[in-house]
């Protein structure tokens, strides 16, 4: 099943004994397109601290109760390591968490290989909507792991296609199965008024981190008789099918 990721942020995270937080932000790796951790705001349960979970442990997002379960207890989660809300995710931080839970990092298949896009030019881990600066203020870059991305930070790039610009990341497509990006979509009012576009990262040719913007492979017309999206309802099969054969690009 697709989710979008902006209706997921706030849903509620359960363990098996109660509640550990509401989903704040989703981290990806920018070569793969995967969800690699989900961040909760645990509020008053444990302040100040930073939850991150890896997909393998998490059920089906529920809409009905907009809520996911988690197959953790809240004394397993309040055990983890300890991290600051506003320190920077490192490659030493994800490894004492898969040491801790006993997750495994090569969990899941991509659809999109290792290279899929550009790697960083220059721009620092982007990490639970802390600002870009605060987070070059913090970060050791010898720790920091260059390809952890977060969706509200890319929320906002302008999109680009080979002879203009189209509009602007509005907000992403996961498959929950594998929590891949399955798509982006693109709000392209002041390009085409009242339109909306899902782009796959097959489009994607390279990202300007530090100018925030997206580079695709495909031309402004293609775009616009594209088929048209205006909910995650309609990304069935049949429309994906339309979706990848309009732009050739290859199935799931």
């Given at each position: 099943m697709l989710f979008v990721e902006s209706t997921l942020k706030g849903y509620t995270v359960e363990a098996s004994d109660g509640k550990i937080g509401v989903v704040r932000d989703f981290l990806f790796d920018d070569q793969s397109?995967?969800?690699?951790?989900?961040?909760?705001?645990?509020?008053?349960?444990?302040?100040?601290?930073?939850?991150?979970?890896?997909?393998?442990?998490?059920?089906?997002?529920?809409?009905?109760?907009?809520?996911?379960?988690?197959?953790?207890?809240?004394?397993?989660?309040?055990?983890?390591?300890?991290?600051?809300?506003?320190?920077?995710?490192?490659?030493?931080?994800?490894?004492?968490?898969?040491?801790?839970?006993?997750?495994?990092?090569?969990?899941g298949s991509s659809y999109f290989g290792v290279g899929a896009i550009a790697?960083?030019?220059?721009?620092?881990?982007?990490?639970?909507?802390?600002?870009?600066?605060?987070?070059?203020?913090?970060?050791?870059?010898?720790?920091?792991?260059?390809?952890?991305?977060?969706?509200?930070?890319?929320?906002?790039?302008?999109?680009?296609?080979?002879?203009?610009e189209i509009g602007h990341v509005e907000n992403f497509v996961f498959d929950h199965a594998n929590w891949d990006i399955r798509y982006f979509g693109v709000d392209t009012r002041n390009w085409w008024a009242g339109e909306h576009v899902l782009i796959s990262p097959y489009a994607v040719r390279e990202i300007d981190w530090a100018g925030r913007h997206v580079e695709l492979n495909t031309t402004r017309a293609q775009v616009k008789a594209s088929p048209p999206w205006d909910s995650v309802a309609m990304v069935d099969r049949s429309y994906e099918r339309q979706l990848h054969s309009h732009y050739d690009w290859p199935g799931y």
């Open positions: 397109w995967k969800i690699r951790w989900l961040v909760l705001d645990a509020g008053s349960w444990l302040p100040r601290r930073k939850i991150l979970l890896h997909p393998s442990a998490l059920a089906a997002p529920e809409p009905l109760r907009k809520s996911i379960a988690v197959k953790l207890t809240k004394a397993e989660v309040e055990g983890s390591p300890d991290f600051l809300a506003h320190q920077p995710v490192s490659r030493q931080m994800e490894a004492h968490l898969y040491d801790y839970y006993g997750w495994d990092p090569a969990w790697t960083p030019f220059s721009s620092p881990p982007l990490v639970g909507g802390v600002p870009p600066e605060e987070a070059a203020a913090a970060a050791n870059p010898e720790e920091a792991d260059a390809h952890l991305r977060s969706t509200s930070e890319v929320t906002g790039y302008h999109v680009h296609a080979t002879d203009g």
